[in-house]
């Protein structure tokens, strides 16, 4: 599997940005889909972004289109979310995630990290 390790998350106001990280290691990083879940205290966890191999194709929960973005570097293997017009319901720790090509689910998660929005 491949080890996945989040940073970036923090205290933001509303309305403010945060941009996270996830650095991969151990497995050929273009190998794998990606992807961006989080999960807030009391709820499931929800799938927020995705992000194909190649980066050519992205896809975005509801919740969070337009104002969150997934971008992916295959030569310095890292993917990343930035967050703008943070809300407070965007409060939850974020966890990177990598599908293997071929694969039916995401099978590698990292540690998570907590991003925490004020009103």
């Known amino acids: 599997q491949v080890q996945l390790v989040e940073s970036g998350g923090g205290l933001v106001q509303a309305g403010g940005s945060l941009r996270l990280s996830c650095a991969a290691s151990?497995?050929?990083?273009?190998?794998?889909?990606m992807g961006w879940f989080r999960q807030a205290p009391g709820k499931e966890r929800e799938r927020v972004a995705r992000?194909?191999?190649?980066?050519?194709?992205?896809y975005y929960a509801d919740s969070v289109k337009g104002r969150f973005t997934i971008s992916r570097d295959n030569a310095r293997n890292t993917v990343n979310l930035q967050m703008n017009s943070l809300k407070p319901e965007d409060t939850a720790v974020y966890y990177c995630?990598?599908?293997?090509?071929?694969?039916?689910?995401?099978?590698?998660w990292g540690q998570g990290t907590q991003v925490t929005v004020s009103s």
């Open positions: 151990g497995r050929t990083f273009s190998n794998y889909h």
């Open positions: 992000i194909t191999w190649s980066g050519t194709y992205t």
């Open positions: 995630a990598a599908q293997e090509r071929g694969a039916a689910e995401f099978g590698s």
